[in-house]
C-alpha cells in the first residue's frame, strides 16, 4: 500500500519537473526529471524486490 502511494506521488513530480512551459524552469533542463526519475526507479526496484 505504502510502496504504490509513494510511486504514485513520484510519477506526479516527475511530470511536474519536466521543462514543459514555464520560463523559470526552461533554463534548468532535464536534470530536475532525470533526478526524480532515478529516484522513482529505485523505488520501483525496491518495490518489486519487497523492500518497501
Not at 529505485?42 to 518497501?52: H, P, T
Request: glycine share 16%; no cysteine; hydrophobic share 65%.
Amino acid at each position: 500500500m505504502l510502496s504504490t502511494i509513494l510511486i504514485i506521488i513520484l510519477i506526479l513530480a516527475l511530470l511536474g519537473a519536466l521543462p514543459l512551459g514555464a520560463g523559470y524552469n526552461r533554463n534548468w533542463g532535464y536534470a530536475p526529471g532525470g533526478v526524480v526519475g532515478l529516484i522513482l526507479v529505485i523505488v520501483i526496484v525496491m518495490a518489486l524486490m519487497g523492500r518497501i
